[in-house]
């Protein structure tokens, strides 16, 4: 595994993404949206990689893994038109089905290929999956904090945006202050809150500072720190004394892990 590897895998990916693109403008910007994600997502695993002292072969693997972890958006949005799994199919699987199907790892060793396509699967499962190999392990809980990472950005940026923006961020969820005891109640519990749960925008975006509950390194909680997501978030929900303690028991786990 080369940086060539990896240079072959940036084109072909953007080459992937051009076949998705749409004429609509509002329509694409869901599909740029992912794009630059992906790219995005692949930079925060090189950096959190990095952080972790990873080997410089397995470094390649993440960020290669990472730009293609969410390639089954792709399909996933031009067939139901929503990133919604629920409504649609999931994602992670998809991506990995499409891997497969367009052979495009069949460069990779076997394993690599198999490391690659099982992390595209597991990224955005609710739980990370038991695996007897810990490369497989390490691999799917890293790209998993790279996108979480990452989905904080763009979740923040759609939220502060009041001009033409990616609709599909907000899943078709009603943009209502209301938020669930359950959601509140994850967060001050230290867990990741339920998407079954997420009944209204507010909501969303609690699930999603949920999230930290799940990240991993050490490297990602300081890359987080280093972002302030976590503090552009906190400013887009309402202001009441649930939020406010939920935000706060957020932000001290966050404080604790980057250390
Ligand atoms: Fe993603």
């Known amino acids: 595994m080369t940086d060539k590897d990896l240079e072959y895998f940036r084109n072909w990916f953007l080459g992937f993404c051009r076949t998705y693109y749409l004429e609509d403008r509002l329509e694409q910007l869901n599909i740029a949206l992912k794009e ?8 925060n695993a090189t950096a959190i990689a990095t952080g972790e002292s ?17 390639i ?23 991506g990995a089905e499409t891997l497969t199907s367009l052979s495009v790892l069949s460069a990779l060793s076997q394993k690599e290929s198999e490391l690659i396509i099982d ?7 609710f739980l990370v999956p038991e695996r007897s190999d810990p490369d497989a392990t390490r691999l799917i809980k890293l790209v998993r904090d790279a996108d979480k990472i990452d989905i904080w950005r763009v ?19 009603p943009d209502l202050p209301h938020y669930s005891k359950d959601v509140i109640a ?4 230290r867990k990741v809150a339920k998407l079954a749960n997420v009944k209204t925008v507010t909501d969303l975006k609690l699930l999603h500072l949920s999230w930290v509950f799940d990240l991993n390194y050490r490297s990602s909680f300081r890359l987080v720190d280093k972002k302030g997501s976590l503090r ?8 009441t004394d649930d939020v406010f303690r939920a935000v706060s028991v957020v932000q001290e ?3 604790e892990k980057a250390v």
Not at 36 to 42: G, K, L, M, Q, T
Not at 119 to 125: D, I, Q
Request: net charge negative.
């Open 54 to 70: 990873i080997s410089a072969d397995e470094c390649l693997i993440a960020e290669i893994a990472a730009l293609l972890h969410d």
């Open 186 to 189: 994850a967060i001050m519990d």
């Open 119 to 125: 992390a595209v699967r597991f990224h955005n499962a």
């Open 253 to 255: 786990y966050v404080s």
């Open 232 to 239: 552009r978030m906190a400013g887009v929900l309402p202001g």
């Open 72 to 94: 089954g958006r792709f399909p996933q949005y031009a067939k139901y038109r929503t990133f919604l799994d629920s409504a649609s199919e999931n994602h992670g699987q998809l």
């Open 36 to 43: 630059e994600h992906s790219f995005r997502v692949a930079d």
């Open 155 to 173: 979740v923040c940026d759609f939220y502060e945006c009041s001009g033409e923006r990616a609709a599909a961020v907000s899943l078709g969820l």
